[in-house]
């Protein structure tokens, strides 16, 4: 069964330096989020993409966030300068192979970030 | 502002039991309404989800009790099993956006 799947699963990285993580989403999906989920807390929505381009960002999602679907299989989401406060662990979601099933997400395994 | 509420914060049922969580939502845009289910160190996977114009869906021992009116939706695992002990999220929004419910810890005790 085609699944999601994320790169690292665990970032450790110092406060201000830049992280990037990994999806793959899966392959027919036309559709990609990004999640994150802080230690014991809710999931957030951050981004979702769709065309090459943002479709819509949460206010979690400042300039210091940015993602990018550099080929035809990665999706990647870029913090440009990490704070303590981004520790979380960040899920990456795609869906969406045909418009009527545009709603349901199928999530990777996520990416713990850990920033020092 | 929480756009999706969702109690209890945690649930202890029997071996065989019911469990019920339930949930509550802001916007009246919202057009689907997905459960997942997540275990320790995975990500969320979806269980079940209704749109709104459906009272009820059922899938296996799942079902999703759905109020348009009240703006309310509810998630009913029957004869519940130790295996189905996870976090489960409500979730409401639309195409491109979706909001979590803040979890229930669920634990059958065997």
């Known amino acids: 069964e085609p699944e999601v799947t994320q790169t690292p699963s665990h970032q450790v990285t110092q406060m201000g330096q830049e992280v990037i993580l990994r999806c793959v989403p899966i392959?027919?999906?036309?559709?990609f989020y990004w999640y994150r989920q802080i230690l014991g807390q809710k999931v957030e929505f951050l981004v979702s993409?769709?065309?090459?381009?943002?479709?819509?960002k949460s206010e979690i999602f400042d300039d210091q966030f940015s993602v990018e679907r550099p080929d035809g299989s990665n999706f990647t989401l870029k913090i440009r300068s990490t704070k303590l406060e981004d520790s979380a662990m960040y899920f990456c979601?795609?869906?969406?192979?045909?418009?009527?099933?545009?709603?349901?997400?199928?999530f990777g395994p996520g990416t713990r970030l850990t920033v020092l | 502002q929480q756009q999706v509420k969702q109690s209890p914060q945690s649930l202890i049922v029997q071996k065989g039991g019911i469990s019920i969580i339930n949930c509550a939502y802001e916007?009246?845009?919202?057009?689907?309404f997905p459960w997942y289910q997540q275990f320790p160190g995975k990500g969320p996977a979806l269980l079940i989800a209704i749109r709104p114009d459906v009272s009820e869906k059922k899938e296996g021992r799942f079902t999703i009790s759905f109020n348009k009116s009240a703006k309310q939706f509810s998630l009913h695992i029957m004869d519940s099993q130790p295996g189905d002990s996870a976090t489960y999220f409500c979730?409401?929004?639309?195409?491109?956006?979706?909001?979590f419910g803040t979890g229930t810890s669920l634990t059958v005790i065997p």
């Open positions: 979601a795609s869906g969406g192979s045909q418009r009527e099933f545009l709603d349901t997400q199928y």
């Open positions: 392959s027919n999906h036309l559709y």
């Open positions: 979730a409401g929004g639309t195409g491109n956006q979706f909001y």
């Open positions: 993409f769709y065309n090459n381009e943002i479709s819509e």
């Open positions: 916007n009246t845009a919202f057009d689907y």
